[in-house]
């Protein structure tokens, strides 16, 4: 059974950082893009960063960008969200989820897109 397994998160201040892990198992991340989604409770979830499987293309949310940068190591079938001077803002449930695209194709923040998910990771964020 395919599985995303996210870990990384929890309590921060604002400013600080965390960096959150994605691992698949029983299927090769080669040539998946791979995306990071959050979700508040009562609101919408919505695609934070994703990166193709070539690892070349990225795309951030405008409210992440310059703070948070995706990564991926394919040898070692995981991707990471780096998350720097984390506001209130960011406090949520963040997945990674994950989609067969070939290589190289870029990836978009679309969550209707994406077939495998993980169970999510908490991050809280206190001002």
């Known amino acids: 059974q395919v599985q995303l397994v996210e870990s990384g998160g929890g309590l921060v201040q604002a400013g600080g950082s965390l960096r959150l892990s994605c691992k698949a198992s029983r299927f090769k991340l080669d040539y998946y893009a791979v995306s990071w989604f959050r979700q508040v409770p009562g609101k919408e979830r919505e695609g934070v960063s994703c990166?193709?499987?070539?690892?070349?293309?990225?795309n951030y949310a405008d409210s992440v960008k310059g703070r948070l940068t995706i990564s991926r190591d394919n040898a070692k079938n995981m991707v990471y969200l780096q998350m720097n001077n984390l506001k209130p803002e960011d406090t949520a449930v963040y997945y990674c989820a994950a989609v067969e695209t070939g290589w190289g194709i870029p990836c978009l923040l679309s969550q209707v897109l994406y077939d495998y998910w993980g169970h999510g990771t908490q991050v809280t964020v206190s001002s």
């Open positions: 990166i193709s499987s070539s690892e070349e293309l990225t």
